[in-house]
C-alpha cells in the first residue's frame, strides 16, 4: 500500500514575514520550517505502520528549493522517500494550481492514501486537501482525529462537541487529520542523520507536463491587493483587587460592552 503525506514549507511561527512587491510572501527571505500541523498526518501515517499495515510512506510538497528542509524534517520522523516539486513558474499560486500540481505529482506517484494537515500554518485556507481529492476523483474525508485502515478501506474517527463520528471510505482516498489527534514524536539524532540517505526526488513543472500558464501568479483567480501589518498591541487594563475587584471588573466589562 502507498501513503503518501503531504507537507507544506511555511515561515517559521516565530519568523517576522517579508511580502514581495506583488504581495506575495518572499519565501526565500524567510527562515521556514515543515508547517506544525503536518506532523499530525505523519504521526498518523506512522502509527498506521505501527498497527500493522503493510504500507511504503512517502512525502510530497510543492515549494521553493528550500522547501527540501520541510521534507528532510519529515524522514527524520519515519517515511521511506520524498517528491519535492519546485520551478520558478510556480511563485504566486494559488490554491487552485497547488492542487493541480500536487494532484499531477500523486497520479505520477501513486497512491493508495493521502493524508494532509488540517490548514497551513501561513495561508491556512483548509482547502487543499479537498481540492486534490476532487482534482483525483476520490472520496475525501477532512477533520480525522484517528483512522484506521482494513483491507480496501479507511475508517475515520472525527470528533465534535456533540459526537463522535465514523466515516468509512474506499481507497484510495484523502484524509485530512486534526491537531486533536495525538501528539507528534520527535525524530532522534540517529534518525536525523539517517533521513539524510533517503531518497528524495525533484520534480518541475516539465517533469509533470504542466504548462508554465497554468500555475504561478498569473494563473491565480485570487489575488492579495494589500498587506497591512497587524497593528501594535495596546496595553490591557490591570484591575488590582482592593475589596471592589468585583464591582470594577463588571464596571469594565458594561462599559466594554461585553456584559
Ligand atoms: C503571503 C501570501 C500570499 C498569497 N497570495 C496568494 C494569492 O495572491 N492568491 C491566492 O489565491 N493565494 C495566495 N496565497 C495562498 C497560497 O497560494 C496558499 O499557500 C496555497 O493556496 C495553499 O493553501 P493553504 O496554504 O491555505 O493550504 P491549506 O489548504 O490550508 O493546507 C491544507 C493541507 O494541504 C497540504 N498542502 C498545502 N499546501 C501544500 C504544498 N504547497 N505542498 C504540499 N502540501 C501542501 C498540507 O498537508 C496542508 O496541511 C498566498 C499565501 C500567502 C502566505
Known amino acids: 500500500m502507498r501513503i503518501v503525506v503531504l507537507v507544506k514549507y511555511v515561515p517559521e511561527p516565530t519568523a517576522s514575514w517579508h511580502f514581495a512587491d506583488d504581495f506575495t510572501l518572499d519565501r526565500d527571505e524567510i527562515a521556514g520550517c515543515l508547517s506544525p500541523l503536518d ?21 510530497l510538497t510543492m515549494g521553493p528549493a528550500r522547501a527540501a528542509e520541510a521534507l528532510r524534517k519529515a524522514l527524520s520522523l519515519g517515511g521511506d522517500r520524498a517528491v519535492h516539486v519546485t520551478d520558478g513558474g510556480l511563485r504566486g499560486s494559488d490554491a487552485l494550481a497547488t492542487s493541480l500540481v500536487l494532484a499531477t505529482a500523486l497520479r505520477q506517484m501513486g497512491f493508495d492514501l493521502v493524508l494532509t494537515g488540517m490548514a497551513s500554518t501561513d495561508a491556512e485556507m483548509s482547502v487543499v486537501g479537498t481540492m486534490v481529492a476532487a482534482r483525483l476523483q476520490v472520496p475525501v474525508i477532512a ?7 482494513t483491507g480496501d478501506t479507511v475508517t475515520v474517527r472525527r470528533e465534535s462537541d456533540e459526537a463522535t463520528e465514523e466515516v468509512v471510505a474506499e481507497l484510495p482516498a484523502v484524509v485530512s487529520i486534526t491537531d486533536r489527534s495525538g501528539e507528534a514524536r520527535y525524530p532522534s539524532f540517529k534518525a536525523i542523520v539517517a533521513a539524510k540517505k533517503k531518497p528524495v526526488t525533484t520534480w518541475s513543472l516539465a517533469d509533470l507536463g504542466i504548462a508554465p500558464d497554468q500555475v504561478g501568479a498569473g494563473a491565480a483567480n485570487t489575488i492579495v491587493r494589500t498587506v497591512r501589518p497587524r497593528p501594535a498591541r495596546v496595553a490591557g487594563t490591570v484591575i488590582t483587587d482592593e475589596g471592589d475587584g468585583a ?12 456584559l
Open 143 to 149: 477533520g480525522a482525529v484517528g483512522l484506521q485502515v
Open 39 to 59: 506532523e499530525y498526518p505523519i504521526e498518523q501515517a506512522l502509527r498506521l505502520i505501527e498497527a500493522g499495515v503493510d504500507a511504503e510512506i512517502s512525502f
Open 247 to 258: 464591582v470594577a471588573l463588571a464596571d469594565f466589562l458594561t462599559t466594554s460592552k461585553l
